[in-house]
């Protein structure tokens, strides 16, 4: 079946450590990518994303994403987090043929220790 | 930026009864607006797509008749829980679109 996978359920990790984390999606043809966070207690935001162009996508509070089409992958990275980062992400794919249905993964816990 | 309300924030309700979530968005009008389901340590799964003015579209395996929406103007969708057995105990997350999707808040709906 088509899906959305976050291979990372849990991170937990100290503050300036780098991170990546994983996302990969089964979909044949063009897709459009996000990355959302979601902080404890708070609504989901778009943290970034990718429509087209240049693949490696930078968003918000130091945050960047790489296409990789090939591996069908839109891996999220940040060199130095923070303990303000501690969040839910939940990678999202909208698969071009379906008319702006957004498709999540199961997202990962992120826990960053001061 | 964009702002999606959801009210209420969360509710307790008995077996058998209904219950309603408002979804809101504040400072623009949406034609389109989703309804989402999540379940403990699991993704959002689209549950349907409420569309201003005409009837919602519903995902595969989703009760319309359980779940009703109403989207009655551009501002404003409802989804309603009717008749609530305790599987229908999640986080309901709605989204309004303008360019791109923008969340609400999420409701906790506990049925007892």
């Known amino acids: 079946a088509q899906s959305v996978s976050q291979h990372n359920h849990h991170v937990i990790l100290s503050e300036a450590a780098s991170l990546e984390l994983g996302c990969n999606y089964s979909?044949?043809?063009?897709?459009?990518l996000f990355w959302y966070v979601q902080y404890p207690g708070q609504h989901l935001q778009l943290l970034l994303k990718y429509f087209s162009g240049d693949p490696l996508v930078k968003g918000i509070k130091g945050f960047e994403a790489e296409f990789i089409k090939s591996k069908f992958s839109f891996n999220l990275r940040k060199p130095s987090v923070q303990w303000s980062d501690t969040a839910e992400y939940f990678c999202?794919?909208?698969?071009?043929?379906?008319?702006?249905?957004?498709?999540f993964g199961s997202g990962t816990r992120l826990l960053v220790r001061p | 930026g964009a702002v999606v309300s959801q009210h209420p924030s969360w509710v307790i309700c008995k077996s058998g009864t209904s219950v309603k979530i408002e979804c809101r968005s504040l400072d623009f009008q949406a034609t389109t607006m989703f309804w989402y389901r999540q379940f403990p340590k699991q993704s959002l799964m689209l549950m349907a797509t409420?569309?201003?003015?005409?009837?919602?579209?519903?995902e595969q395996g989703v009760e319309k008749d359980k779940f009703l929406i109403n989207h009655a103007s551009l501002t404003l969708s409802t989804l309603t829980v009717t008749s609530a057995h305790p599987e229908d105990s999640s986080f309901y997350i709605c989204?309004?679109?303008?360019?791109?999707?923008?969340f609400g808040p999420g409701t906790r709906l506990t049925v007892t």
């Open positions: 409420s569309n201003e003015g005409s009837k919602a579209t519903y």
């Open positions: 979909y044949g043809g063009t897709v459009n």
């Open positions: 989204s309004a679109e303008d360019h791109e999707q923008y």
């Open positions: 999202a794919v909208i698969p071009m043929d379906s008319s702006y249905k957004l498709i």
